[in-house]
């Protein structure tokens, strides 16, 4: 489509994609500047707990959170449209523990499996649990929020900005969950090798199927679900 055939809605659409790429990609670019200093300072327990979070939370949420939260303040719009509502909760949530459960079987059979603890993937989380309660609380608060709702609900909105732009005629075809499911691919380590192929091959699935749940289902709390209670917890 010529840029002359382009409509108000898709030239909005693509103005919503670019914030929220750019976005990411100078967090991303800030991130590899000073990853140094970044990791000596998170890492150094003279530092309060919850300010070496906060840093670490802010720049989490700069490259899964900050983008599409600019847009839906530029266009007014709610997040409550894109799926935060309670039709569908039970077959959103059900559907994404399908779509996930060949990354679980895959982590079990793999020996990478070491016990169920929720955001154990987070840097600082056992440092939280060793402190005061309400550190704790605080703290658990911060992560949830930042690692568990918004990198779950970034996809979704990513997933439909780039769907709405990019519609498909075929029903098992969405192109913001492929886009979506390639970059959470690129952006994690790559092991090329058999059982790396399958990890990637898993991952894909899981982060595709969540998202056409989410299309099928109107709901988007599956995908935050699996964040909250999967990808960060296995």
């Given at each position: 489509?010529?840029?002359?055939?382009?409509?108000?809605?898709?030239?909005?659409?693509?103005?919503?994609?670019?914030?929220?790429?750019?976005t990411?990609?100078?967090v991303?670019?800030?991130?590899s500047?000073?990853?140094?200093q970044?990791?000596s300072?998170v890492?150094?327990d003279?530092?309060?707990?919850?300010?070496?979070?906060?840093?670490?939370?802010?720049?989490?949420?700069?490259?899964?959170?900050?983008g599409?939260?600019?847009?839906?303040?530029?266009?007014?719009?709610?997040?409550?449209?894109?799926?935060?509502k309670?039709?569908?909760f039970?077959?959103?949530?059900?559907?994404?523990?399908?779509?996930?459960a060949?990354?679980?079987?895959?982590?079990l059979?793999?020996?990478?499996?070491?016990?169920?603890?929720?955001?154990?993937?987070?840097?600082?989380?056992?440092?939280?649990?060793?402190?005061?309660?309400?550190?704790?609380?605080?703290?658990?608060?911060?992560?949830?929020?930042?690692w568990g709702f918004?990198?779950?609900f970034?996809?979704?909105?990513?997933?439909?900005k780039?769907?709405?732009?990019?519609?498909?005629?075929h029903?098992?075809?969405?192109?913001?969950a492929?886009?979506?499911?390639?970059?959470?691919?690129?952006?994690?380590?790559?092991?090329?090798?058999?059982?790396?192929?399958?990890?990637?091959?898993?991952t894909?699935?899981?982060?595709?199927g969540?998202?056409?749940?989410?299309?099928v289902?109107?709901?988007?709390?599956?995908?935050?679900?699996?964040?909250?209670?999967?990808w960060?917890?296995?």
């Amino acid at each position: 489509m010529s840029k002359a055939n382009i409509t108000p809605q898709q030239r909005k659409l693509d103005i919503d994609i670019w914030i929220i790429g750019l976005t990411t990609f100078a967090v991303f670019a800030l991130y590899s500047v000073f990853s140094q200093q970044f990791m000596s300072f998170v890492k150094n327990d003279n530092v309060p707990i919850l300010l070496r979070l906060t840093v670490i939370a802010a720049l989490q949420f700069g490259v899964a959170g900050l983008g599409i939260t600019a847009v839906c303040l530029i266009r007014r719009e709610s997040f409550f449209n894109s799926g935060l509502k309670k039709d569908n909760f039970l077959k959103s949530v059900l559907g994404t523990i399908g779509c996930y459960a060949p990354l679980i079987v895959y982590v079990l059979a793999s020996g990478q499996f070491d016990g169920y603890r929720p955001f154990s993937s987070v840097i600082l989380t056992d440092k939280l649990m060793e402190s005061g309660i309400i550190l704790k609380i605080v703290g658990m608060l911060i992560v949830i929020t930042v690692w568990g709702f918004f990198e779950g609900f970034n996809y979704v909105v990513v997933s439909e900005k780039i769907s709405q732009r990019y519609p498909s005629k075929h029903k098992l075809l969405d192109w913001g969950a492929v886009v979506c499911a390639v970059v959470c691919i690129l952006v994690h380590p790559i092991n090329i090798s058999l059982l790396g192929i399958v990890e990637i091959l898993v991952t894909l699935f899981a982060i595709y199927g969540m998202l056409m749940v989410k299309k099928v289902t109107g709901n988007a709390w599956g995908c935050i679900f699996a964040f909250l209670f999967i990808w960060n917890a296995i």
